[in-house]
């Protein structure tokens, strides 16, 4: 069992609690106003706020919006010493009808961004390539999904790898792309979403790499 916190209890982060908390974590969801959350509690996960929560857990994943992601973890930079951060936001200026229109990092990404700021924190960018319901259940797709892995430490790799199986992606679907200049690759592929979305509704799908 790991300590897992979890920054954002939006449709991404409690969605990725349930899941690890199924799997035999305990997770903290660190919600900007705790107040009033005690109603979605469930076995093994509890709810904080954001330093609280980065502060007592072991491994912490960002589950904020991306736009505002680098000011928010920027200023917990104490609390994330030493750890892991698994980012999966993507940060992207709206277009006119709401969907992503554009990246706040061109030329860059929030995970390089992310890692810059957090020196002493080991960043790893994965699960930011699909629509939130396929990062829990990505067998529920009817061709094989590929997640991808960014990150400079390979040892936090390896530990995030292992959450991805408890969250049912099996070896074969993980491809580890590098360091973590590689996120700035996946990152830009949100840019495909906003068309499928358009064209499709709003349908489990995940960018995926065929063999």
């Keep these: 069992m790991t300590n897992i916190g979890i920054l954002g209890n939006g449709r991404v982060g409690t969605n990725l609690a349930g899941k690890l908390a199924a799997a035999g974590h305990h997770v903290t969801l660190g919600a900007r106003n705790p107040e009033g959350t005690e109603a979605l509690a469930a076995p093994r996960i509890t709810f904080a706020d954001q330093r609280t929560t980065a502060r007592t857990t072991d491994i912490v994943i960002n589950a904020t919006p991306g736009g505002s992601s680098l000011d928010r973890l920027t200023g917990l930079r104490t609390e994330l010493s030493g750890k892991i951060l698994i980012d999966v936001s993507n940060a992207t200026r709206d277009g006119d009808d709401g969907l992503p229109g554009d990246l706040c990092h061109p030329g860059s990404s929030l995970a390089e961004k992310l890692q810059a700021a957090l020196p002493d924190t080991r960043v790893v960018k994965t699960l930011n390539t699909m629509l939130f319901m396929v990062m829990t259940a990505p067998e529920t797709l009817a061709t094989p999904p590929t997640v991808y892995v960014s990150g400079d430490d390979d040892d936090a790799k390896k530990t995030v790898t292992g959450l991805l ?44 790499l065929a063999r």
């Excluded at 979403?193 to 799908?205: A, N, S, T």
């Design 165 to 208: 199986g408890d969250l049912g992606w099996r070896p074969g679907w993980i491809e580890d792309l590098g360091g973590i200049g590689t996120a700035r690759a996946t990152e830009a592929m949100i840019l495909v979403v906003p068309h499928i979305l358009r064209r499709h509704g709003f349908q489990p799908f995940a960018v995926s």
